[in-house]
């Protein structure tokens, strides 16, 4: 699961000039082509990193529409909408592969091809029941990114309600070759939710194998769901 549910709870219930010498000038001018390789460079980095904020806002707009239709429309019908734009902002994949850890290669295929099914049910089971009603809310996303190293970057989110204070959700992202994706959910800004759900992974995978962690997220899946189909 990418997504907290106490955090998400509380957010349903509710941002002079300096001299130059001549030999300065001259420096200038003479690095003039490898300055503009650079400013360039510069541009491109930026472009980037607002096709990253790009996704979040995307998602976030996506969260919106389904917090809208909660009161109207059934869970399944919400997580229908909601599945295509988390399987596009999330690399699930790769969160899953990094929360079971290690023993991900050792798994089957068949296994692997179950677990990442049941893993992406539970994640949009986990957003539709966590972001089901609407009062007012508005998101917000930071058009600055926080590098963390190559091809990594945070983008700073949050969600504010009418009144009170707002609630972080950062999102750790990197670039594949679909764009940037998200790999990593900070809840109140520093809580990974990777983390937290890869002790929990293990723990099963411990005790039962690949069968004992499908059969769990299909449970939450379930119980989120209040037993409609997801």
Do not use: C
Request: hydrophobic letters at 45%; aromatic letters at 6%.
């Amino acid at each position: 699961m990418l997504v907290n549910q106490d955090t998400t709870a509380t957010v349903n219930r509710a941002g002079g000039l300096r001299r130059r010498s001549l030999l300065g000038v001259a420096a200038v001018l003479v690095a003039m082509p490898v300055s503009g390789r650079a400013f360039a460079g510069a541009s491109q980095a930026e472009a980037s990193q607002a096709d990253a904020a790009a996704t979040i806002k995307q998602f976030n707009a996506a969260l919106l529409a389904t917090m809208k239709a909660g009161g109207q429309t059934d869970f399944t019908h919400r997580f229908q909408a909601l599945a295509p734009a988390v399987d596009k902002a999330f690399d699930l994949p790769d969160v899953l592969a990094i929360s079971v850890g290690p023993s991900w290669a050792s798994l089957s295929p068949d296994q692997q091809a179950r677990l990442l099914d049941a893993f992406g049910r539970y994640t949009v089971a986990s957003y539709v029941a966590n972001f089901d009603s609407y009062s007012g809310q508005t998101f917000t996303v930071s058009a600055e990114t926080r590098a963390l190293d190559a091809g990594r970057v945070v983008v700073s989110s949050s969600i504010k309600p009418v009144n009170g204070d707002a609630t972080a959700l950062d999102y750790v992202m990197k670039q594949t070759q679909s764009g940037w994706k998200v790999v990593d959910v900070l809840a109140a800004g520093s809580i990974s939710r990777v983390a937290v759900q890869r002790s929990d992974f293990r723990h099963l995978l411990s005790k039962g194998g690949g069968d004992a962690l499908v059969a769990s997220l299909q449970r939450k899946a379930a119980d989120l769901s209040g037993g409609e189909p997801a």
